[in-house]
């Protein structure tokens, strides 16, 4: 079955730099890579997903990059705010399908230095 | 719509107590899952339905665990006996489509048993 692995796990940033998470993945046949964000406390909730057929997709201070060779993709946040300290998860799945399950990572806590 | 909504917010137990765990998904939705989520593990998932059928159990830990869907608006987690190894957050989430949509994550049950 899939498997998605996730780091780093923890992660430090200075106020305003960016961070990057990374994230591969195992089946070649998945299509499909949300990222959710979980403040503490509180609820995981999707912040962005790509599709296999683009390479890249933004909004706003975030963006995710997808490489399909290379089965792995990656988060972008740039200038990091106070508000972006959070666990952050990658998963996978191979796309519309009642037996396709969105396949987590392990997650990255990460930490935003004032 | 007032999202996903889970009880108990908060429940703590002795071992060997039965422990239910409720949720009603969002209107609309036809794929149900339960989550498990602790520092060990991460975020695991237990077990979905589709229309109210349970599709895959393959990551319930163990018969002690069960979970029902009798309508489309209710479902339960239940543990009987409940062990101390079972203390964790408890999500339900639920989603329109599988595999490649949204999916909505109740604020979770954060059970500790004793």
């Known amino acids: 079955g899939e498997n998605v692995e996730q780091h780093p796990s923890t992660l430090s940033v200075q106020e305003g730099d960016s961070a990057v998470i990374k994230c591969t993945y195992s089946d070649s046949a998945s299509n499909y890579f949300p990222w959710y964000k979980q403040e503490l406390g509180k609820r995981p909730q999707l912040i962005i997903d790509i599709r296999s057929n683009v390479g890249e997709k933004k909004d706003q201070r975030i963006a995710v990059t997808l490489n399909k060779t290379a089965k792995h993709f990656s988060l972008h946040i740039t200038e990091t705010q106070p508000e972006d300290s959070a666990v952050y998860f990658c998963?996978?799945?191979?796309?519309?399908?009642?037996?396709?399950?969105?396949?987590f990572g392990s997650g990255t806590r990460l930490s935003i230095r004032p | 719509d007032a999202g996903v909504i889970q009880s108990p917010r908060h429940e703590v137990t002795e071992m060997g107590q039965e422990v239910t765990l409720r949720c009603k998904p969002i209107s609309g939705h036809d794929y149900l899952f339960w989550y498990r989520q602790t520092m060990m593990r991460g975020l695991e998932l237990l077990i979905y339905?589709?229309?109210?059928?349970?599709?895959?159990d393959s990551g319930m830990p163990e018969d002690r665990f069960s979970a029902k869907m009798p309508n489309a608006s209710f479902s339960t987690l239940k543990i009987q006996p409940s062990e101390p190894r079972d203390s964790a957050v408890y999500f339900c989430?639920?989603?329109?489509?599988?595999?490649?949509?949204?999916?909505?994550f109740g604020e979770g049950s954060w059970l500790t048993v004793v």
């Open positions: 989430a639920s989603s329109f489509l599988q595999g490649a949509d949204t999916i909505y």
């Open positions: 998963a996978a799945s191979k796309g519309y399908s009642s037996a396709s399950k969105i396949i």
């Open positions: 339905f589709n229309n109210n059928v349970p599709i895959d």
